[in-house]
Structure formats: C-alpha cells, structure tokens
C-alpha cells in the first residue's frame, strides 16, 4: 500500500508477462491496464476510476477461445504471480457487465460489510472476521477492500513554540503544502498570455528530488517573507505514520470491507459457511453491523423467489386443470407426472456434478410444463374413451397406447435440442448448462411417469366414477343438469 505509481508500473509489466508464460502468449487476444490513480487538484470524487491509490492495477485480458475453464486459469496464475511477485496481492473481479451487475457494485461475488459509527471499533471486528473467512479453504483472494495503512507523513505542530516564532498551526500547514505538493492547493495563480489570450497556472513546489527523506522533510523553511528560519523541525514532530487510503460509508456510516472469491463450491453452499464464519466471530460492538453484499443476497432471494413460484405454478396447473376436467381427480392424475420430474431433474444433476441454482430451476419450471402437458393429453384422450363406454382400464390403455408417439416425439424433439446446452458446447456455454440438464433429467423421468404411472393412477381413480360429465353448465350435452335445463 502506497507504492509508487513508477514502480507499481513495473509490477504490472511483470505480472503481464507472468500471464502470457503461463496461459500462452497465443491464447491472449488484447490486454489493458490501468495503473494507480492521478491525484486531483481540486476537490473530485475519484469514484469513476477503478482504483484506490497508486499502488493499484486493474488489468483486462481478452483470452482466445478454447483456453481451459476459468476456474482453472485463475487458480494457475494466482500460484504462478504469488511466485512471481511476492508480497503482491491479486484478486480476480468480474470482466464481464453482467456478472458485475448481479455482484451489485461488489469486485468480487462476496463481500462482507462492517459498517458503524465508530471506525475503531468496526475495523477491531472486521479484523476477526477476516480471521473467520480466512480459514474456510475455497475462499480464495480474501482481502480488505480498502487500504487500511496507507503510509503517511505525521506532522505533530508544536504550537507554543510556533508560536514564539510568530506562526500558527494554518500557516505552517500551508508551508508544507506549498513546498510538497505545489502551490496550486494554497495559492491559485493564472497568467494570461496577451498574445493568445489562453490562461496558463503557475506553480511553485520543491523538486521531488530535493524532498527525498524525512531529514529533508524537517530541514524545510516555513517562516513567512522569505526567512531561513525556523525549519519544520524546530516547531514539529515529524514522523512516519499510517492512515486510510480510501474512505468508504453506507449510510453515512463508515465501512470496512472484505471481499474474496469461491473456488469449486456452490454459492448457495458458500453462503452457509459465510454466516456460520460470521457467528464464530462472535457479536459484533454496539452499533456495528454485519451485512453481506455481492451476489449472496441476490441469488438468496432469487432462488427463493423461483421456489415459491414453482409451488404458485404447480397449484394454478392443479386449480386450472380441475376447472377444465371438471374434477380434482383428474386433476390431481395429471400432476402425478410433477413428483417424477423434479425427481429426473435432481438425479441428472447429482449425475453431472450440477447445483441446484437458477438455470436448473428454470430448467426445472421448463420440464414441468412440457412434462405436464403430455399427461393432460393422455388423460384427456383416456377420458374420452371412458366417456364412450370403455371401462377405466380399457380407457386407460387407449390415452396410453393413442399418445405414445406424440409423448415421445415430443420429449424426444426437447431433448434433442437441449443436448448442446446440457453439454456446454460453445463460449461462455458451461453456465447455462445446468439449465439443459435439468430439462433432460426432468423430461426423461416426466415421459415414463406418463407413459407408466399416470395410466396406473388414473385407473385407480376413475374406478366406478359416473360416466356423466359433473359440469355445472346446463348448456353442456354432456351434463346432468342438460335436460332439466
């Protein structure tokens, strides 16, 4: 922290090379790089840049398709620049929108937030959580977020010997600024050139060269009107110290972050490992609280959200199903086929090595409705077989035997083209694999509960029912309420 932006350039350069040894010059398309961050004249939110300090590099690489997994390539390197640059941190962030958009303004898809009106007391407890996630083994990159000892110069004024020498602790101050880091912060000064009319700034400030150790740093004048004496040491105590480099609230509230990287683990599993990390760092001060950021509580709520709408889903079919049969028997017949498909969608990604994340509930959602609506059809061309005089077996044999082949071109044409997803073919393919799969677990299990168990269940249930359509529309030929009306 604090390095100089001349040598972190040099880091850069080397980690560059480091990455091409490593993934193979070959296999990078374009890299960029941007390097420590230019110290504002004026008051300006820095926000918009992408780093805290000069001893920050944020570096992008473009890497050529057919490069191994990402996963595989960040743990290759983050060995390989450990070597390399040592006493280094790296931490790999989110290159594409999307991704930095569902970490909802996090680097990395966990971040841990203390936040509190002391800021003693919210970096004593971000110490022990640090130590907490440190220890979870596929957490990977854990850092803080914001530079918490940025290396500073401590000028301790002495004021009743300044003010033997007629100075105040503002004019000193403004002595140091002036001779360090120019005039321009204490003294604006412009001149316009009459011949063109344009305004140039001038500036006075020690050369750097001259200002190179703390012994330089005490030898300097700071008395007015131009007198050699008294130097900056006589009237101060100067001396190395450390401080904030960035400073961060919420709230008006100011925030220690943590951040770090999941390797081989599900997000949803990491996020119980997080929280039992945070219990064991026992109770957070008075007034000091623990949030968790980045992708955790979006995909919390998101999965959430899908499990209640699945469940919203399957009772509509169920109510919608009874309103158009006329029956809840043979509404719940035809949602036999739900148990079989969340069943094949669960084994096949167990099968796959899959989670159970967002693409593989809309995959779930997506073979419950095909699986569905082939057991509609079966049940609808079974009971109009049994409305024709069939008994309830014979019927269930024909809805069976007349929908055979639509059911199965049907799972067939799905599965078919659900294969190149399922196998992550393509750039970027792997993350909407679990949706594939899901599809093909769910159908394949959906087809031969249709085929098997909902004839079986439908002969079960419509045994000894009358063949007289319950509809309340006296309109219905098919009803018993028709001749009266």
């Known amino acids: 922290t604090g390095t100089r932006v001349e040598k972190t350039e040099l880091l850069a350069l080397k980690a560059l090379e480091s990455v091409k ?11 960029t790089a941007y390097i420590g961050t230019q110290p504002a004249s004026y008051p300006i939110n820095t926000v918009h840049l992408w780093t805290g300090g000069p001893h920050e590099i944020v570096m992008r690489a473009a890497l050529q398709p057919g490069v191994p997994p990402m996963a595989i390539v960040q743990e290759r390197l983050r060995t390989r620049l450990s070597k390399d640059l040592p006493g280094v941190a790296v931490s790999f962030e989110a290159g594409d929108i999307i991704s ?9 898809p966990v971040e841990v937030a203390v936040q509190g009106p002391a800021l003693p007391a919210n970096r004593a407890h971000a110490a022990k959580v640090y130590a907490e996630l440190a220890k979870i083994p596929y957490l990977r990159d854990v850092q803080y977020a914001q530079a918490l000892d940025y290396p500073t110069v401590d000028v301790r004024i002495d004021r009743e010997r300044a003010g033997q020498f007629g100075l105040t602790a503002s004019g000193v101050a403004k002595s140091l600024v002036t001779a360090t ?7 604006p000064n412009y001149w316009r050139d009459p011949s063109s009319g344009n305004a140039f700034q001038i500036q006075v400030e020690i050369p750097q060269s001259r200002m190179q150790s703390m012994d330089d740093l005490r030898q300097l004048p700071i008395m007015q ?17 450390t401080t904030f480099g960035v400073v961060e609230r ?12 999941v390797k081989d683990k599900p997000l949803g599993e990491a996020a119980k490992d997080i929280r039992a990390a945070l219990e064991r760092a026992g109770a957070p001060p008075r007034g000091v609280t623990v949030a968790v950021r980045g992708q955790i509580p979006a995909l919390q709520d998101t999965v959430e959200g899908l499990s209640l709408g699945l469940l919203l889903a399957v009772a509509f079919i169920f109510l919608l199903l009874a309103a158009n049969f006329q029956s809840f028997r043979l509404a719940m017949v035809v949602l036999m086929t739900v148990p079989a498909t969340l069943l094949g969608v669960v084994v096949m990604l167990l099968a796959t090595g899959g989670t159970l994340n967002i693409q593989s509930f809309m995959g779930a959602i997506m073979a419950l409705g095909i699986g569905v609506a082939n057991s509609i059809l079966l049940v609808t061309f079974a009971e109009l077989a049994r409305r024709g005089g069939a008994d309830t077996r014979e019927a269930a044999l024909q809805g069976g035997g007349g929908r055979l082949r639509a059911v199965l071109m049907t799972a067939a044409a799905m599965i078919a083209g659900m294969l190149p997803l399922a196998l992550g073919m393509g750039e970027a393919a792997e993350q909407n694999a679990p949706l594939g799969r899901a599809v093909i677990g769910g159908l394949l299990f959906a087809t031969i509960a249709t085929l098997t168990a909902v004839p079986v269940f439908y002969a079960i249930f419509q045994r000894g029912v009358s063949r007289t359509s319950r509809s309340l529309d006296p309109t219905d030929p098919t009803s018993r309420y028709y001749e009266s009306a």
């Open 225 to 241: 009107n131009g007198e050699s004496r008294p130097l900056l040491g006589d009237v101060a105590d100067v001396r190395y110290g």
């Open 250 to 261: 919420y709230n008006m509230q100011r925030v220690v972050s943590i951040t770090a990287n």
């Open 181 to 187: 880091s120019s005039s321009r912060f204490t003294d």
């Open 100 to 108: 930095q958009v569902m970490s909802f303004g996090s680097p990395t």
């Open 21 to 31: 040894q490593e993934i193979g010059e070959k296999n990078i398309r374009i890299t």
